[in-house]
Structures are given as C-alpha cells and as structure tokens.
C-alpha cells in the first residue's frame, strides 16, 4: 500500500504553516515552479506531512523543485536523482515553529500589505541537508544580512564580525523575494547580486516559464530510495512522542517534533531515550511536554541523579540547584554517567580541567575523591 499521496495546490496551501503558497519560493537563480492547467494534483505529500512541487524523472525528483517539511521550513533547488545539487535557498515560514522559536518581534520586518512578519533566509549549499558553504549568503527577520562560509548548519566564526557586511534587505525587497500571497510575487536572490533585482507576477494556473520541464510523475512515483529511512524514521519518532505525551495532541506539532529530533541527530527512538536530554529539547518542545518526556530518558536519569549525588553527598545544600544540575550534565558529557564512573576514573587532576566549575567546588568534589 503507497505511504505517499498527490495533493492538490489548495491541499498544499491548507497544510502548511500559514496556509501560504510555499512552492512559490523561487531557486537561487531565479527559475520558480508553476504548472499547467491539466495537472489537478501536482504535489507530492509523504506520510511525515513532508511536501514537494518540481521537476520528476524516473520516478525522482529532477530539476528545479520546492520542498516544504512540516516543520516549516522550505527549500527551494535543483535536484538530479533525488539529490540537492548545488546552492539552494533556505526559508523558515513565518507561524511555524521552527520560525517563532526564533523570534525577537521588535527585530523583525512586516510585510506592508499583509503584516506578517519576515521570515530567516539562507541561500548556499547543503551536505546531508545539513549547511555547508564556503560562501553563503543569511538574511536575518530583521534584513540584515551578511556573506561567508557555514559548517554543519552553524556559521564559521563570529558571523557578526567576521562574515562580509551586504547591504541590509529592505521589507519591499525582502516581500518581492518571499511573498506567499494568492497572485504571488516571485522575485529571485543570486548570490551574486543582492538584493534582488527584478519581480514577475505569475498565476498559480500559467504555464511553466523555466528553461526545465515538469515530467508527469507516474503512479510509482515516492520517496527517494536514499531517504527511506528517514522516512520510516520520523514516522516511528513521531508515534512513539504521540504515545507519550498525549494521544490527543496536534498531529502537525507531533511531526515537527519527529521532523526535529531527526534534523537534530536522533534518528531513532532508542537513540533519543539513550542520548537526549533537555537541554537539547528544551528550546523547541513545550514545557509541559519537556516534563512529559524526562522520565523516559536515560541521559536525563543519569544527570538527575548525579545532581542529587553532588547537591547531598559532596557539595552539600548550600550550592544552588541549577548551579549542581549543569555540573551534573557536563559530567556526562565528559563521559562520567554514573557515579560509579565518577569515583572511579575521575582524579583530582581531571577536577582541576574542569573550568565550568567554581573553584570552591573543585576543592569540595577534590576532597571526596581523595577519601572515596
């Protein structure tokens, strides 16, 4: 039975974060997605609420294509065999989650005519969907922008002072870029010319303008085979975080939680319940659903009772419980789960590394040690 269905652009539209026309997002050279009248249902929707418009080949994504995840994030390039090729533009919808976790309303831009507000743009090159460039190109909510390398999703030095200054984005040329209203603005963003220097209003009905062909994909047509496992993946992540923390909670915020841990690193529920911790949930989950999900996590018992360990037997009650909860955390993260490991293979020379520590603290835990 086929896990993937096709959708119509209206469906699209009502599934996505904002019901906005994210397919609309332009590529890095400016090339957009339309399509001819005749196709009544040209969306590719996965079983995760993962979405695609573009190009097929072989049953594939080829060519010029937009990919929407049901986190809220879109990508917008060119594929051969299923694989990103090349630069691709990056957004965070405005109302997804991904997008307001990160969000300081005084530093963002609003669109004149609708008021919502801008959404962050990355425009490079990916490796394992992660961001990889030698030279990309950011535009934060606010319109400011900067040029410079990233690495695994992170850029490379202090991207305030060391990444190359652009000229900051104005709300009109940042709306003609990103505007996901009904008769859309497609505008395009090279990284060789910023900020955008044109705009064409299209219908979603009109013909495909690129020099690239939308093939008819036929029935066969699913997810890529290299990305089956991710697939499978977030729809075991998913229904096991549903388990958890309530059955009747919001399907769509259920996928994004799947769609995040994955994105994150924790492909796997064992993997999740072995290696996470709060801290690495904590600014994305709800906290009430953060309270739901500690009991089940083996990282999160061992930091749990190393803290009470440190808190009662060695540093005693006057250290304050926070202060005792991160050192606990970055024992574990030194290696240390258990006490036992602690007492063992901790010596006073290690103590004395450990520059996340109060100097008064480091001659406490030093001491216990000593006599263990």
Same mark, same amino acid.
């Given at each position: 039975?086929? @896990?993937?269905?096709?959708?119509?652009?209206?469906?699209?539209?009502?599934?996505?974060?904002?019901?906005?026309?994210?397919?609309?997002?332009?590529t890095p050279d400016g090339e957009h997605i339309t399509i001819s009248s005749e196709q009544q249902q040209p969306v590719w929707k996965g079983v995760t609420g993962t979405m695609y418009l573009g190009g097929w080949k072989s049953g594939k994504w080829d060519g010029p294509g937009v990919f929407y995840f049901p986190d809220g994030c879109v990508l917008s390039g060119?594929?051969?065999?299923?694989?990103? $090729?090349g630069?691709? *533009?990056?957004? $965070?919808?405005?109302?997804?989650?991904?997008?307001?976790?990160?969000?300081?309303?005084?530093?963002?831009l609003l669109d004149a005519t609708t008021q919502r507000p801008l959404p962050f743009v990355y425009i490079g090159c990916y490796t394992h969907f992660r961001m990889n460039d030698d030279d990309a190109i950011v535009i934060l909510k606010d319109g400011t922008a900067r040029r410079g390398p990233w690495q695994d999703n992170r850029p490379v030095g202090n991207w305030w002072k060391d990444h190359a200054t652009?000229?900051?984005?104005?709300?009109?040329? *940042?709306?003609? $870029?990103l505007s996901f209203a009904e008769e859309p603005i497609v505008s395009s963003l090279s990284?060789?010319?910023?900020?955008?220097? *044109?705009?064409?209003?299209?219908?979603?009905?009109?013909? $495909? @303008?690129?020099?690239?062909?939308?093939?008819?994909?036929?029935?066969?047509?699913?997810?890529?085979?290299?990305?089956?496992?991710?697939?499978?993946?977030?729809?075991?992540?998913?229904q096991w975080v549903t388990q958890l923390l309530s059955p009747d909670a919001n399907?769509?915020?259920?996928?994004?939680?799947?769609?995040?841990?994955?994105?994150?690193?924790?492909?796997?529920? @064992?993997? %999740?319940?072995?290696? !996470?911790?709060?801290?690495?949930?904590r600014s994305w989950m709800k906290k009430a659903h953060v309270r739901r999900l500690v009991p089940h996590l083996?990282?999160?018992?061992?930091?749990?009772?190393?803290?009470l360990w440190l808190h009662k037997i060695v540093l005693g009650s006057n250290a304050h419980e926070w202060e005792v909860y991160e050192y606990?955390?970055?024992?574990?993260?030194?290696?240390?789960? !258990?006490?036992?490991? %602690?007492?063992?293979? !901790?010596?006073?020379?290690?103590?004395?590394?450990?520059?996340?520590?109060?100097?008064?603290h480091k001659r406490r835990l030093t001491a216990h040690l000593e006599h263990c």
């Amino acid at each position: 039975m086929s @896990t993937s269905q096709w959708i119509t652009l209206q469906d699209a539209r009502d599934a996505s974060f904002g019901k906005v026309a994210w397919w609309n997002l332009p590529t890095p050279d400016g090339e957009h997605i339309t399509i001819s009248s005749e196709q009544q249902q040209p969306v590719w929707k996965g079983v995760t609420g993962t979405m695609y418009l573009g190009g097929w080949k072989s049953g594939k994504w080829d060519g010029p294509g937009v990919f929407y995840f049901p986190d809220g994030c879109v990508l917008s390039g060119h594929w051969e065999e299923g694989r990103l $090729l090349g630069k691709a *533009m990056h957004v $965070l919808l405005p109302e997804s989650p991904c997008w307001m976790e990160n969000h300081w309303p005084r530093s963002c831009l609003l669109d004149a005519t609708t008021q919502r507000p801008l959404p962050f743009v990355y425009i490079g090159c990916y490796t394992h969907f992660r961001m990889n460039d030698d030279d990309a190109i950011v535009i934060l909510k606010d319109g400011t922008a900067r040029r410079g390398p990233w690495q695994d999703n992170r850029p490379v030095g202090n991207w305030w002072k060391d990444h190359a200054t652009i000229e900051d984005i104005s709300w009109e040329q *940042m709306s003609q $870029l990103l505007s996901f209203a009904e008769e859309p603005i497609v505008s395009s963003l090279s990284p060789d010319a910023c900020p955008p220097a *044109m705009s064409t209003c299209v219908s979603d009905q009109s013909i $495909l @303008t690129s020099s690239s062909t939308i093939l008819k994909p036929d029935d066969s047509s699913s997810w890529p085979e290299e990305w089956e496992g991710q697939r499978d993946a977030e729809r075991e992540i998913g229904q096991w975080v549903t388990q958890l923390l309530s059955p009747d909670a919001n399907p769509h915020e259920m996928q994004y939680y799947a769609s995040r841990f994955y994105h994150d690193g924790f492909h796997s529920v @064992t993997w %999740i319940q072995q290696h !996470c911790s709060t801290a690495d949930v904590r600014s994305w989950m709800k906290k009430a659903h953060v309270r739901r999900l500690v009991p089940h996590l083996v990282s999160e018992q061992r930091v749990h009772t190393i803290a009470l360990w440190l808190h009662k037997i060695v540093l005693g009650s006057n250290a304050h419980e926070w202060e005792v909860y991160e050192y606990a955390m970055q024992l574990v993260d030194e290696g240390l789960l !258990c006490i036992g490991d %602690i007492r063992e293979f !901790c010596t006073p020379d290690d103590v004395q590394t450990f520059d996340w520590m109060k100097t008064f603290h480091k001659r406490r835990l030093t001491a216990h040690l000593e006599h263990c």
